[in-house]
């Protein structure tokens, strides 16, 4: 059995999704026109699968990771690539009013920030790791 | 011992455990922003407060509730590796 993606390549996958965007949103003069609306809504789309599918792989792996830092560099690899995806956005939404970039971006926003959490909490636990802690307080795994 | 390898501390085991199921809603939830993991991680947060409040802080008054709560969830991780749900 062929060993599965990990969670660098996971994220990788999505990027060409995010340069399709890119590429047809600055490849129509007239954002309003219908065939640029058309083109441009249906990237809005796959960026927004892409995000949710992307976010819950690294969710899987996340519950399995072996260390705090792994942990870490998972979610702000998943933050990077949604930063990737705001930059993007933000240059077009307002190009393209009418397509669901505006939410997209929001929704984005929303994911990154879940991220940010994520990877602040596995720090702080890994810092915390290292100043004492009384015995006794919590239960001890065998 | 029981057989999830615990043993009793100022938090039971059944508090860990609680705790565990509310953690892993909300920090490895598929969708991030779902109100069930908005609920879980309010319920988390909410219970360690709690639990601070009246098991611990009463005994360990120098320990903060910051390093506290970053050993709950770590301590949650692990239960959860060690007890896949």
Known sequence: ??????????IEAGQPRLSALQRVGSSFLDGSSSAASAAFSREVCFVEASVRQTYEHIA????RADSLD???????RMGAFCESALQILAGLKDKYPDCGAAELYDLVLDYKLACDDRQNRALEEKECLTTDFPKGVLPELS | MPDDGLSE????RAELAELAELFDRFEFALDPLSRDAEE??????????????EHIRPRRPQLSFV?????VRNLCRVFLKKNPP
């Open chain 2, 40 to 53: 879980a991680e309010a319920r988390f947060n909410s219970r360690v407060q709690f639990i601070f409040e």
């Open chain 1, 1 to 10: 059995m062929k060993p599965s993606l990990n969670y660098e390549e996971l």
């Open chain 2, 9 to 12: 501390g100022c938090v039971t």
């Open chain 1, 60 to 63: 899987r792996l996340a519950r």
């Open chain 2, 67 to 71: 390093i506290f709560r970053a050993r």
């Open chain 1, 70 to 76: 792994e942990v870490a560099n998972m979610w702000r």
